[in-house]
Structure formats: C-alpha cells, structure tokens
C-alpha cells in the first residue's frame, strides 16, 4: 500500500487539495492517506491530524504573537508525517508553515518526495526564496503560467498545471426552497475564513447590506462561510436590527449553487476570486488588517494589485477596495455603479474569461495534471 500525507494550512489549501485528491481516489484505490486538512479534505474519508484552524493565523502580529503555539504544530506535524512514513508528502500553498514542515521531514527522511502545490508568491515579495524552495522540494506545480520565469532562473524542479479551481465539475441536484426568496435577486459575500478576517470585514459587509437595504428592497445576501465560522457570522447578522434579507450557508455544494445564482459577489482577496471568475459573476474585491501589518505589507511587497487575476493582466479589471477604501460606502458606490450599468458588467465578465485562459494548461483538467505529477513519485 502507497502512503501520501496532504499538508495544508488553511481552507483555499483544503479546498485545492480536496479536488486533486478526489480525482486520484477514484483511479487509484492503492494508496492510503493521512492529512492536516479541513472540511473538504474529511469529507473524502480521510483523517486529520488535528483541526486546520489551530494554525490559521493571519498577518506579521498575529504570526509573532503565537509563534510558539506555531513552532509546537510545525514540530508536531513534522512526528506524525515521519510515524506515517509517506512515500509523498504532497503540501499545499501555506508555504510559511507547509515548507518549514517539509524542510524539517526533508532532513530527517530524504527519501519522503515532497511535491508542493501552488508556488510562494516570490513574485510579490522575497524573490530570493525561490533558491530555497528548490532545495526542499522534488517537485513545484505552478498554477500560473507567468510564475515560470521567477523559478526558471534557479533552477528548481518545477511544472506548470493550471488551477484546480477552473476545472469542471459535475452539477448535483440539491433543493434551494430555503434560500432562495421570490423575487429577489442574489449577492453572494465571501468574508473570509480566518477570524481576524471577519474581524475586520464583518462589521463593514453589515453596514454596506444596509446602506443597500436603504436604496433597494429586491435584494438577498448570502454569506459564503464555513463550519469554522459560521456561528461568527450568524452571531453578527443577528446581532443587528431588521437584516432580515440575509442568509449564511456553509454547505459546499449549496454555496457552489448560490453563487452560481448569483447576480454579483464581494469577496475578500484569494484564491474565491477564481472561483467567482469561472461562473462569470461580476465582482469587487476587499481586503483589510491591522494598521500595522498594513504598513509592514506596503513596505515589503512589489506588485500593484492584490487580485490575481488584475496581477496577471497588470491592469485593475475588477475593482480592489484596499484598507482605507474597504469601507461601506465605498463598497456601495462601486456595486450600485455596476448593478445600474449592465455594460459594465458584461465588460469585466469578458475581460475576466480572456485573462483566465491563461490560467489553465492546454485546456486539460489541471488535477488531472497535479495527480499525473504525483503519481510519478509513486
């Protein structure tokens, strides 16, 4: 029996994980698995270790302050993958802790291959870890085609294969009759999955919903959450008068259907963006953090936008609402314009889609890709 132990570090790293890992079940029934993951990862049967959000930290602070409790999971990780004796540890974005894992599994087992999903993003800031990376890991899969020139020049053992994400998937039949309100038109809202997320971006989506309630009355909200923060968001949502036309859901196939449904979406900066993209829904991105972290990231990073999709097309097709322009009435300004100019709409749809070719390997499934590359340290 063939092991692969899947490293991840937060739910976008479960969610990428999840669709390689489904794929290769189902062609190979040879191989066992042990995971730290979340959700999506459980639900395919295989076990976690422990619960991914005991290391989901966000930010230089947040990091800092707890980086004994992250040095004890990276040490206690690194005992279970060795007690496992993988033949692939296959890690996945994350690369903070996944590759400060795998470096430590590399020295103490050189015979463990370590295939890593999704690059560092040398080409935001700290270019020079390229040259590390490389020595850790047997194999780099790229989900950008422009990411190959940052690894080309140190020589790392690398292979483009597009994004995961932007494969299709099989449509299920579910009932909506819950969500779904007659007569009102859907918005979906991606907060976020880490607490210190939704600590600054709950507060703002709230006042905005009712700066829109206070124009428009066809309506509906739908958070986009997890199991891990769902009761949060609910908690939120609850504690506020007459926001009624709100809802939170965090089954995985349900959200996949809402947004789908969706005539706009406001999601927080990440790997979502794709997701969106790929049902050509129109959308904004927002972000915010600390003062603090805000300044450290200013100083340190090297690219204009925050989306990648803007980063690929070095040019600001879907609006980003950063930090001091991350609030309420700005966020409504900018949906109120496009859901009064469907022109608009239809001319970031369709910048959107021409940019995403880019993101997918001669038109293969990418997971496809990602489980060729793992089956060749099998």
Not at 10 to 16: F, K, M, T, V, Y
Not at 110 to 135: D, M, S, T
Not at 206 to 232: G, L, P
Not at 264 to 281: C, H, P, W
């Amino acid at each position: 029996m063939k092991k692969i132990f899947v490293l991840t570090g937060e739910d976008s790293g479960d969610a990428l994980a999840s669709s390689v890992i489904s794929k290769l079940k189902n062609n190979r029934k040879d191989i066992e698995y042990l995971c730290v993951g979340g959700e999506k990862l459980k639900a395919l049967g295989i076990k976690s270790i422990y619960d991914l959000k005991e290391i989901t930290y966000i930010g230089f602070t947040d990091v800092f302050l707890n980086i004994f409790k992250i040095n004890k999971n990276i040490n206690r990780t690194v005992a279970a993958i060795l007690k496992f004796q993988p033949d692939i540890l296959f890690s996945v974005d994350s690369p903070d802790f996944t590759l400060r894992v795998a470096d430590k599994v590399k020295r103490k087992n050189p015979n463990i291959k370590v295939v890593h999903l999704v690059a560092p993003q040398v080409w935001v800031w700290r270019e020079k870890r390229a040259k590390k990376i490389g020595k850790i890991v047997d194999r780099l899969l790229l989900l950008f085609k422009f990411e190959e020139k940052y690894f080309s020049k140190y020589k790392v053992n690398y292979n483009f294969v597009g994004h995961p994400l932007l494969d299709n998937t099989a449509e299920e039949k579910i009932s909506m009759a819950s969500v779904l309100g007659k007569n009102q038109a859907l918005i979906s809202i991606f907060p976020g999955s880490r607490q210190t997320e939704l600590k600054f971006l709950l507060p703002v989506l709230v006042d905005f919903i009712k700066c829109m309630n206070e124009r428009y009355s066809d309506f509906k909200f739908i958070f986009h959450a997890t199991s891990n923060t769902r009761t949060q968001i609910v908690d939120k949502i609850k504690s506020v008068n007459d926001l009624k036309n709100c809802e939170v859901i965090s089954d995985p196939k349900i959200k996949k259907y809402i947004l789908k449904k969706s005539i706009f979406a406001i999601n927080k900066s990440g790997t979502v963006s794709l997701e969106i993209a790929k049902e050509k829904i129109p959308s904004v991105v927002i972000y915010k953090m600390g003062l603090l972290n805000y300044f450290i990231v200013k100083l340190l990073v090297k690219v204009k936008y925050a989306n990648i999709i803007n980063i690929a097309a070095e040019d600001e097709i879907i609006p980003e609402l950063i930090q001091s322009n991350c609030n309420s009435q700005k966020i409504f300004e900018v949906v109120s314009d496009y859901l009064n100019n469907p022109d608009k709409i239809k001319l970031q749809v369709l910048k959107v889609q021409d940019q995403l070719k880019n993101f997918t390997k001669n038109n293969q499934s990418s997971s496809l890709n990602v489980c060729e590359e793992l089956l060749k340290f099998i």
